[in-house]
């Protein structure tokens, strides 16, 4: 823990017992602050899930979480990186109901950053 707090990668969650539940929480606070940087930890996350997630769900929670941070950070750069990793998604989770869903809300965000232009 000393070497995390050094290296600047720890954060003290105050009272917070939330914090001693779920220390991710801590993290995720700080970094909505800033949505660009949250989108580039959560694509980090989306694509490491996309390596090792047996069953599609945490994937597909990750895909929604970076759909929405790419949307309020305007980071439309990032679609490219999600159309990829939903074409891999794709193929290994066919048939899981929520790779459906992720492909709809992907396209709907294209559309909308389309229209924004």
């Given at each position: 823990?000393?070497?995390?707090?050094?290296?600047?990668?720890?954060?003290l969650g105050g009272d917070?017992?939330?914090a001693d539940i779920n220390p991710e929480t801590v993290v995720w606070d700080f970094?909505?602050?800033?949505?660009?940087?949250?989108?580039?930890?959560?694509v980090k996350e989306l694509i490491s899930a996309l390596k090792r997630?047996?069953?599609?769900?945490e994937t597909a929670r990750l895909f929604?979480?970076?759909?929405?941070?790419i949307e309020l950070?305007?980071?439309e750069e990032y679609l490219h990186v999600l159309e990829e990793a939903f074409e891999e998604f794709a193929r290994v989770f066919p048939d899981y109901p929520?790779?459906?869903?992720?492909?709809?809300?992907l396209e709907a965000l294209k559309g909308r950053t389309r229209k924004a232009l």
């Open positions: 823990m000393r070497r995390a707090y050094e290296n600047g990668a720890y954060f917070s017992k939330l970094l909505i602050e800033v949505p660009a940087l949250a989108v580039e930890v959560s997630d047996e069953s599609g769900s929604f979480r970076t759909l929405k941070l950070s305007g980071r929520l790779t459906e869903r992720v492909g709809e809300e």
